[in-house]
Nanobody, 119 residues
Framework: QVQLVESGGGVVQAGGSLRLSCAAS????????MAWYRQAPGKQRELVAA???????NYTNSVKGRFTISRDNAKNTVYLLMSTLKPEDTAVYYC?????????????WGQGTQVTVSS
């Protein structure tokens, strides 16, 4: 079994910063792409940022220049540094990972962490 555990959410004022972390644990052989998604009330879940195992990143346009995704492969952990936060960044943020196990590959999700940006 594989678990993704997120941390780092909270309440912050507009213009502030937060760093999210997501650690994967369990019977893991390797992890391909790791990503952060978010879902605001009444909206569909959207991809925020993703990073491949070799460090290639991509971001949704609304966060480019403000958010930075990174990962520590030795710790099976992905981070999201969010700066210059805006009220529209308020959402539940979910970690996602493509995990390769001895029995095959699968897509796993964390439980979500709330980020609230006050104006």
């Amino acid at each position: 079994q594989v678990q993704l555990v997120e941390s780092g959410g909270g309440v912050v004022q507009a213009g502030g910063s937060l760093r999210l972390s997501c650690a994967a644990s369990g019977r893991i052989f390797s992890i391909n792409t790791m990503a952060w998604y978010r879902q605001a009330p009444g909206k569909q879940r959207e991809l925020v940022a993703a990073i491949t195992s070799d460090g290639t990143t991509n971001y949704t346009n609304s966060v480019k220049g403000r958010f930075t995704i990174s990962r520590d492969n030795a710790k099976n952990t992905v981070y999201l540094l969010m700066s210059t936060l805006k009220p529209e960044d308020t959402a539940v943020y979910y970690c996602n990972a493509e995990v390769v196990r001895w029995v095959g590959a699968g897509d796993y999700w964390g439980q979500g962490t709330q980020v609230t940006v006050s104006s």
